[in-house]
């Protein structure tokens, strides 16, 4: 069993928050790309809701960013977006009001999950033990642990009339 296999309580629940009020604050620059901020509705409540979580690929061109569900392979917040739209994204300095979202393919999400490992080998050293991942990408296990990964890429709806900027 992985260690993210359950959502985070307590101190490490605190811990993975507090980047929220850094963008509360807009100093999500701070961030840079590799924290996403999501605004989201409760499914049940339809309250609003606020979580980060890690960008696994961001390509500013598009510009897209992608991110996979941890902490019990279906959070919360996957789950509110299977019911209904993000609210808000926030990226770095980017906003994207209302964006839209894709849920990825097995396919896709495994190939995402490979350059994130090339691009952040150390990173990826610590973590894929934790999700249940061989660090080794060889591993026969790989495709198959990839496959049971939820992976959103999300983009800003076009706006013609206003900046993304903050």
Request: charged letters at 20%.
């Amino acid at each position: 069993m992985a260690l993210t296999d359950n959502q985070p309580h307590g101190l490490v629940r605190m811990l993975l928050r507090a980047p929220i009020w850094l963008y509360r604050v807009r100093l999500g620059w701070l961030a840079g790309h590799r924290l996403l901020y999501l605004v989201h509705r409760g499914r049940r409540t339809g309250k609003r809701r606020e979580v980060i979580v890690e960008t696994v690929h961001y390509d500013p061109a598009a510009p897209e960013a992608i991110v996979v569900a941890a902490w019990g392979r279906s959070p919360d917040w996957y789950q509110n977006l299977l019911a209904a739209p993000a609210i808000e994204v926030r990226v770095g300095s980017h906003r994207w009001p209302r964006p839209d979202h894709r849920f990825l393919a097995p396919a896709e999400t495994y190939q995402t999950l490979l350059a994130y490992r090339q691009a952040h080998p150390r990173a990826w050293k610590h973590i894929a033990p934790l999700l249940g991942f061989p660090t080794d990408p060889a591993d026969r296990r790989w495709p198959e642990i990839a496959a049971t990964v939820r992976a959103i890429a999300f983009t800003p709806v076009p706006c013609h009339n206003s900046s993304h900027m903050l």
